[in-house]
């Protein structure tokens, strides 16, 4: 089968980036064109275009390979080059089952880059668990903390009411290690199709979490690295990636990413989360000035923590577990109402548990706790019916929750209308009937 062109067009538009896909990888895939936007004092004109596609490029590369089909494109970076298909081994290593046979041909290749060595490196910040660990580990070599707002929870970053306050909180914080803050928008959650991707994926609906996730927050940060210049980019993971589960932040897949002479690296690998949090508990009771923690899925109004969903309860109640008062960390919800949030969604069976890595962490917490309640240490409760809830989550059978939720019926049901509605957004003619169950609560 003869290559079709991958990329039609490249185009700088001052401090944006905009690629428009070839037409037959448009139309099969994507719902609209790619962008991503840096800092206005990024000289990006300045780059070739063999860094300039790296972004999209990343983003779209686990498509190529999924389709079976050959693509073209004029050019790449020579390390980019060999490190794609270091790329794809790891992709076959994780899925084993899923054939990722697609071709990229590009016309030529620019003459590959020595290392840059450690100096001037960068970390990918979130304001979550395991980015502010690593800030903190690895404060003597990082210079730049690179935020890249599409991807901070569930939560629009087009609202601009709250854009001073992320700037304000990035960078003052990074401002207080000695670094710069860097951030980015980019529609790369967005711009592929999910309704396309049937039949591509078992759940297209984690496309992002399990394949895209890793390598296009990466792929972002290219333009940025040629542009500082940075040698090094760090990637703060959780413990062998969520507890060793497949995903598209795998240490497999995000180790072997490369360009022009920069090498990622994961950091914090070797901790849990808990483990994490100590350590971000002690760096307070050591002295050091407070700061805030960002876990949150839905962050609110003004980029604060919402209390409510499963990471700002993980987080509350593991400092909870530490001894560490959930307030000095820039949270509004005390550990008495969190303990009875999670006992409201844990009864009513809200609590998301999707796989066995959030059990482990919710199992790291409760096991804290324990442990502060049999040496009868303080967890920040004052009132004897405080003391019950702790009590009550000290015992929960966690397990058998997870059990719960991933075999009940309430699980079925919406996986059920997941694939529905992925098939009506891709087929209309389904009709109103179809639409009218999706819409039943």
Not at 129 to 143: E, K, T
């Amino acid at each position: 089968m003869a290559s079709a062109e991958l990329i039609e067009d490249v185009a700088v538009h001052g401090s944006r980036i905009v690629v428009k896909a070839g037409r037959a990888f448009r139309k099969r895939y994507l719902a609209e064109d790619f962008f991503v936007e840096y800092d206005a004092d990024i000289p990006l004109s300045t780059l070739g275009e063999s860094i300039l596609v790296i972004p999209f490029l990343l983003n779209v590369m686990p498509l190529v390979w999924r389709s079976g089909r050959s693509y073209r494109i004029p050019g790449l970076d020579g390390d980019f080059t060999a490190s794609l298909e270091d790329i794809r081994q790891a992709f076959r290593t994780v899925y084993p089952r899923v054939p990722w046979d697609g071709e990229l041909v590009p016309g030529r290749t620019t003459p590959r880059a020595a290392s840059r060595g450690l100096a001037n490196a960068a970390l990918l910040f979130s304001g979550g668990v395991d980015s502010a660990y690593s800030s903190l580990a690895q404060r003597d070599v990082v210079r730049s903390h690179i935020t890249v707002q599409s991807l901070l929870g569930r939560w629009s970053w087009r609202n601009e009411r709250s854009q001073t306050a992320i700037q304000e909180y990035f960078r003052g914080y990074a401002a207080r290690l000695g670094c710069e803050s860097r951030l980015i928008t980019s529609n790369l959650r967005t711009f592929i199709s999910e309704a396309r991707l049937v039949g591509l994926w078992p759940d297209p609906r984690r496309w992002m979490i399990e394949v895209q996730h890793g390598l296009g927050f990466l792929g972002l940060c290219a333009p940025l690295t040629e542009s500082l210049p940075i040698g090094q980019l760090l990637l703060a993971s959780c413990e062998r990636d969520h507890y060793g589960l497949p995903g598209g932040s795998h240490p497999d897949i995000v180790s072997a990413v490369r360009w022009a002479g920069v090498e990622v690296r994961l950091d914090g690998v070797e901790r849990t989360r808990q483990e994490k949090l100590r350590a971000i508990a002690a760096w307070l009771d050591n002295g050091h000035p407070p700061f805030e923690l960002r876990p949150c899925l839905r962050p609110a109004e003004g980029f604060r923590n919402c209390g409510v969903c499963e990471k700002c309860l993980q987080t509350i109640l593991g400092l909870a577990g530490e001894g560490s008062d959930p307030l000095r960390f820039g949270f509004t919800t005390t550990v008495p109402q969190a303990l009875s949030t999670l006992r409201e969604q844990v009864l009513g069976n809200q609590l998301p548990m999707p796989d066995s890595g959030e059990l482990l962490q919710w199992q790291d917490i409760q096991r804290a706790i324990r442990e502060r309640c049999v040496e009868g240490v303080g967890v920040g409760l004052s009132e004897p019916d405080e003391a019950v809830d702790l009590a009550w989550f000290a015992g929960l059978d966690l397990g058998r929750y997870f059990r719960r939720c991933q075999r009940g019926p309430r699980y079925a049901v919406r996986v059920v209308r997941r694939r529905l509605g992925l098939f009506v957004d891709r087929w209309p003619s389904l009709g109103r009937g179809v639409r009218r169950v999706l819409r039943r609560r």
